[in-house]
């Protein structure tokens, strides 16, 4: 059964989405955005997090529909992002960049986007090992250091 929810969530939900790509983009200038003559660590956390400000500010002002209808598949599909949010978040520093970006894609795609178990695998190994190509070797971007590479002396 689908329960019925406000228009206005989405403008609320929109502002705090707003509020965190801000204070994500705030957070990654502090690390830094390019030194001498490089992208520095914060680049690709501020431009993701002004990309997160700038759609989320403009869905606020969208027209929001009176009520819309949230099932299961909804809720699924938003518990799925937000796993993957916070897999993306602490993934890296855990569990390096390459395994923490291909869990947090692969949660997406699978669960939220509802993606085969196999295509959702190739496409998060895929994205994930092109990511750090291009920004570990290409860029010469300093990727967080894990955490489980600490813990094991490495």
């Given amino acids: ?6 228009g206005r969530a989405h403008q609320v939900t929109s502002l705090i989405l707003c509020v965190i790509g801000f204070a994500g983009a705030l957070a990654s ?7 001498s003559g490089s992208p520095d660590a914060g680049l690709l956390p501020f431009v993701a997090s002004l990309l997160l400000t700038g759609l989320a500010g403009s869905a606020i002002f969208l027209s929001p529909p009176e009520t ?3 099932d299961f598949n909804a809720w699924r ?3 799925g992002y937000a796993v ?3 897999l993306f978040c602490i993934g890296p520093l855990l569990v390096g960049c ?4 291909a869990a947090a894609l ?3 795609m699978s669960v939220s986007e509802n993606l085969s178990l196999r295509t959702a695998l190739l496409w998060s190994m895929c994205m994930s090992v092109g990511s750090v190509l291009i920004f570990r070797l290409l860029l010469g971007v300093p990727l967080p250091d894990p955490f489980i590479d600490r813990l094991l002396g490495l």
Avoid: C
């Fill in 68 to 70: 819309v209808s949230v």
């Fill in 98 to 101: 390459l395994t923490g970006f």
């Fill in 1 to 6: 059964m689908a329960e019925q929810v406000s």
């Fill in 84 to 86: 993957a949010m916070l």
């Fill in 77 to 79: 599909r938003l518990t």
């Fill in 29 to 35: 200038w502090r690390m830094g955005l390019w030194n």
């Fill in 106 to 108: 692969f949660i997406a």
